[in-house]
């Protein structure tokens, strides 16, 4: 499985855009990118993916760059409900999804 | 919908002893999955399955079985509790459609074992 490399830990203020980076230099060609989250307490929830375009949902942005051996996670303005860990994770449709540590997001008020 | 639930929330075993935690999903999905999770660290696949009647083993199977009757229910079974089970038990689902891994996750069994 390929590997993914997050931070152990950000901070970040309230109201602010917050970009969360993953290194992916191992990807294959058919690795989807996936990022979740998972609230204190919670299951992880889904938050986006892509292949090797940008994309946008209501939730984030995620940026691709164009070797695709790393993207960026983007809220663009945190609240404090935005406190979890991150993860970022590759795979497709028929692979198996392998958590790493992910991030631990701070939000500061 | 309901999404993906999960029973118990809570239980505590003593060593030795069994149990099924239960999983359900209401969304037809194909795929479901069990994950643990210990203190500070991410998820670990336990087992999955593509479909009724078919199951596989995920990264850290020994000490569970699982079985998949329906397309709706995956239980987990523990069959001789050990201290090193005590963890947080997720459920997943999801379907085939589109071309990433989106999977919906239920709220957990929090397993202490004694």
């Known amino acids: 499985d390929a590997k993914t490399t997050q931070p152990n830990s950000m901070e970040s203020n309230e109201e602010e855009p917050v970009h969360l980076p993953c290194n992916h230099s191992?990807?294959?060609?058919?690795?989807?990118i996936h990022w979740y989250r998972q609230l204190p307490s919670q299951g992880p929830e889904y938050v986006i993916h892509?292949?090797?375009s940008n994309v946008n949902n209501r939730m984030a942005s995620l940026a691709i760059a164009e070797d695709r051996k790393s993207s960026t996670l983007i809220l663009h303005r945190a609240t404090l409900r935005d406190a979890a860990v991150y993860y970022c994770?590759?795979?497709?449709?028929?692979?198996?999804?392998?958590f790493g540590k992910g991030t631990r997001l701070h939000i500061l008020p | 919908n309901a999404g993906v639930t999960q029973t118990p929330k809570f239980r505590i075993l003593k060593i030795g002893q069994s149990m099924t935690l239960q999983c359900t999903q209401d969304?037809?999905?194909?795929?479901m999955y069990w994950y643990r999770q210990d203190p500070g660290m991410g998820l670990k696949l336990i087992y999955y399955?593509?479909?009724?009647?078919?199951?596989d083993k995920g990264e850290v199977p020994n000490g569970y079985n699982v079985s998949r009757s329906t397309t709706e229910d995956f239980p987990l079974r523990l069959e001789l509790a050990a201290p090193s089970q005590t963890s947080v038990y997720f459920c997943?689902?999801?379907?085939?459609?589109?071309?990433?891994?989106?999977?919906?996750f239920g709220p957990g069994t929090r397993l202490t074992v004694l």
């Open positions: 994770i590759l795979g497709n449709r028929d692979d198996k999804i392998i």
């Open positions: 399955s593509v479909g009724a009647g078919i199951t």
């Open positions: 191992t990807i294959s060609g058919t690795d989807y």
């Open positions: 969304m037809n999905h194909n795929y």
């Open positions: 892509g292949l090797t």
């Open positions: 997943a689902s999801r379907t085939l459609a589109g071309g990433g891994n989106e999977q919906f």
